[in-house]
Nanobody
């Protein structure tokens, strides 16, 4: 069993930056990929970014390309999301997730086996 704990959320003004972390514990994560999703009030959960755990390949939703960067530290069993040039539309609860096995797409929540509790990101205008 893998436990995921997010940290780094908070309140920031538009144009500011935040760095989210997702620490995996319980056992060393050696699965296929980890990703970030977000859910704004009254909206469906949305894919944000994902990273292949062994190779490091990444993918992003179009709305964050050029502003957000996903990265990982395999030794520390931790994934990060550096968020720059934040916009009010980025306001949401951000969740990290881990996928044990390969799937045809990293962008669907159904691929992921483990989820964190979420961290709130609020961007003021």
């Amino acid at each position: 069993q893998v436990q995921l704990v997010e940290s780094g959320g908070g309140l920031v003004q538009a144009g500011g930056s935040l760095r989210l972390s997702c620490a995996a514990s319980g056992r060393t994560f050696s699965g296929h990929a980890m990703g970030w999703f977000r859910q704004a009030p009254e909206k469906e959960r949305e894919f944000v970014a994902a990273i292949i755990w062994s190779g490091g390949g990444t993918t992003y939703v179009d709305s964050v390309k050029g502003r957000f960067t996903i990265s990982k530290n395999n030794v520390a069993n931790t994934m990060y999301l550096q968020m720059n040039s934040l916009k009010p539309d980025d306001t949401a609860v951000y969740y990290c997730a881990a996928a044990a096995r390969w799937g045809p797409t990293l962008r669907t929540g159904a691929l992921y086996d483990y989820w964190g509790q979420g961290t709130q990101v609020t961007v003021s205008s």
